[in-house]
């Protein structure tokens, strides 16, 4: 039995419990099992609640059962503003993940910086901080979109980034009781402006349900 089969028999067991994160989540360990040899995820907005897997989706937690199987060096990096977020979620995760407190958009700039250095491997950035008001969606938008800034510079065409609770956005126009859509459905909430940005750079939409992924930044 593979490492990865070891996650996948406990990926299988949790999937249906992930309800609408289960297939994005399924494809983003997918895209992370075609990297070989060492790879750190990353991720803003850590696990705060235990058994949360519909309501926050407990990121934190499947990262680190992916990382334990792989159980070749691979690591989670974590960064979250509250300080009881952090401590709940040391009790949930193993060593192998990094819980660092802080602003997101600092802590990223820090690491790219040393990331660069020490040529990480990073296959996986999974945006889900600052909480979303699906109404005031505007501060959580823009603070996604300084996180995406923070990294741009060090993302390879392979690097996928993730942005939690981005459920489709449509404009409509109801004319004599006829709805009639303006334009396809596009990531919203938490992603819509990073969507904006990565549809006009050319990145490739990999999903958009109600995770949204993209690879393909700085691609030559
Ligand atoms: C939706 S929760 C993360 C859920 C987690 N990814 C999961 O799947 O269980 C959002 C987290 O972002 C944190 N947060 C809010 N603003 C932040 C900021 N500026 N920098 C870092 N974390 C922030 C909150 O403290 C909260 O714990």
Not at 24 to 30: A, D, H, L, M, W
Not at 129 to 138: A, E
Not at 139 to 145: D, V
Not at 198 to 212: C, I, T
Request: proline letters at 4%; one cysteine or more.
């Amino acid at each position: 039995m593979s490492q990865s089969t070891l996650f996948w028999n406990f990926f299988k067991q949790i999937e249906g419990k992930l309800q609408h994160r289960g297939t994005t989540f399924r494809k983003i360990f997918e895209h992370i099992d075609c990297f070989s040899g060492p790879v750190m995820i990353v991720e803003t907005g850590c696990a705060r609640l235990k058994g949360n897997w519909v309501g926050d989706g407990c990121s934190t937690v499947l990262f680190d059962k992916y990382v334990n199987a792989r159980n070749d060096g691979s690591s989670v990096t974590t960064v979250d503003l509250s300080p009881q977020a952090v401590k709940v979620c040391k009790t949930l995760v193993s060593d192998k993940v990094k819980i660092v407190q802080s602003d997101s958009v600092l802590f990223l700039h820090n690491f790219v910086k040393e990331a660069q250095i020490k040529e990480i491997c990073v296959p996986l950035f999974y945006l889900d901080s600052f909480d979303l008001d699906w109404i005031y969606w505007q501060p959580s938008a823009i603070h996604h979109l300084k996180e995406l800034t923070s990294i741009h510079g060090f993302l390879k065409p392979e690097t996928m980034v993730v942005v939690d609770d981005c459920m489709q956005d449509a404009d409509f126009v109801i004319t004599e009781g006829k709805v009639s859509f303006r334009g396809e459905p596009k990531p919203g909430g938490k992603g819509r402006l990073v969507a904006e940005y990565a549809e006009v750079v050319g990145a490739n939409l990999e999903f958009s349900a109600y995770h949204a992924g993209w690879t393909g930044f700085n691609t030559p």
